[in-house]
């Protein structure tokens, strides 16, 4: 076995409070593009163009058709991969406390992780531009584009566009979680867009070990993570997580 897998499981084992911090790249297995990268959305659209707020506000039904009309297909259709079962039973088995994601596709919560963080919102539910009512995306028949609700205003979906704030609760527990955590995992994130990148700056500031599982170094690589498990998450936090629970078998009287 890697030895960085086995490192990584001797440091979840022996934590106090471990945290995650996922990114794009941890749906990848699941078949949803990330933003970045080869195949990402952002080779194929112009985040300024389709994913600002003022995009949104300026031209919904262009955003919902293009950008959106891809994105909610694969959306609603994935499943979670190994990457995302493992932290939920890392979760389950006492070891990691809170995962922060800046994905929008809710399958952290599907595989089972209870204690999620949307940093970036999600597209699980949809908010009325003109009245604000709220309505769960699948209740929503998004072949009419753009959706509209019964004020006959247009709905957008919960996420966070570029140009917006980050929900406060998330942020304000995010960084309280990142300055108290013992350890960071930081798994599938290009670790480039902000504040979200930021979480594992002020949990290495804080003293906690950053380590970081991702096929490419990223701008943390070699600065803020202490190292980095180079491979897919899938692959990785499976192994991982089956360390780990040899490693609390092993501790058992
Ligand atoms: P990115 O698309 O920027 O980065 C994806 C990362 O995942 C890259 O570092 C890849 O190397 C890595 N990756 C690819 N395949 C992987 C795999 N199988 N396992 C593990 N890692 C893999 O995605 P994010 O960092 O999440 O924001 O992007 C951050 C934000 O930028 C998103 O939340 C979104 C986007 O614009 C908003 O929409 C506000």
């Known amino acids: 076995m890697d030895d960085l897998i086995r490192e990584t ?10 945290v995650a911090l996922t990114g794009a790249g941890i749906s990848v297995e699941s078949g949803i593009p990330p933003f970045r990268g080869p195949g ?36 609603l259709a994935a499943k979670p991969n190994d990457a995302h079962l493992g932290l939920a039973r890392l979760e389950f088995l006492g070891i990691l406390k809170t995962v922060i994601t800046q994905n929008v596709d809710g399958l952290h919560q599907m595989a089972g992780s209870t204690d999620v963080i949307e940093f970036h919102g999600n597209f699980a539910w949809l908010q009325c531009m003109d009245c604000g009512a709220r309505a769960e995306t699948v209740s929503v028949d998004l072949n009419i584009v753009p959706p509209r609700c019964a004020c006959s205003g247009i709905y957008r979906p919960e996420c966070v566009f570029f140009g917006e704030m980050i929900p406060r609760e998330a942020l304000v527990r995010s960084q309280e979680l990142a300055s108290t955590c013992d350890v960071m995992l930081v798994a599938g994130t290009s670790a480039i867009v902000q504040p979200a990148a930021f979480m594992p700056v002020i949990a290495r500031q804080a003293g906690a070990v950053v380590i970081e599982i991702n096929p490419e170094p990223t701008p943390l690589t070699g600065h803020t993570s202490h190292f980095l498990v180079q491979g897919k998450a899938g692959q990785v936090i499976k192994a991982v997580t089956a360390e780990v629970e040899r490693l609390l078998e092993e501790k058992r009287p």
């Open 9 to 18: 499981a001797r440091r979840l084992a022996t934590a106090r409070r471990v």
């Open 40 to 75: 990402g959305l952002w080779e194929k659209y112009d985040p300024m163009e389709f994913a600002h707020i003022d995009a949104l506000m300026k031209n919904p039904e262009k955003v919902w058709k293009i950008f959106m009309g891809d994105m909610k297909r694969v959306l």
